[in-house]
């Protein structure tokens, strides 16, 4: 089965990102199963421990 996150997210390459099932990174020739949750892990736009630096640096 093909996936259309690639047609609704071109600006992503699909090809590099990591994946995994239910929170736990598989490799890409991993089998899938009826009911998996398949997740696609995006890069990160900001580091989570700098942005709670900032927040906690207004307050």
Do not use: N
Request: aromatic share 8%; net charge neutral.
């Amino acid at each position: 089965m093909d996936s259309s996150l690639p047609d609704a997210f071109p600006e992503y390459d699909f090809a590099v990102m990591p994946c995994g099932i239910y929170g736990q990174r598989v490799a890409d020739d991993h089998p899938i199963k009826d009911g998996d949750r398949i997740e696609v892990y995006r890069p990160l736009l900001i580091d989570p421990k700098s942005r709670r630096r900032a927040r906690a640096a207004v307050r």
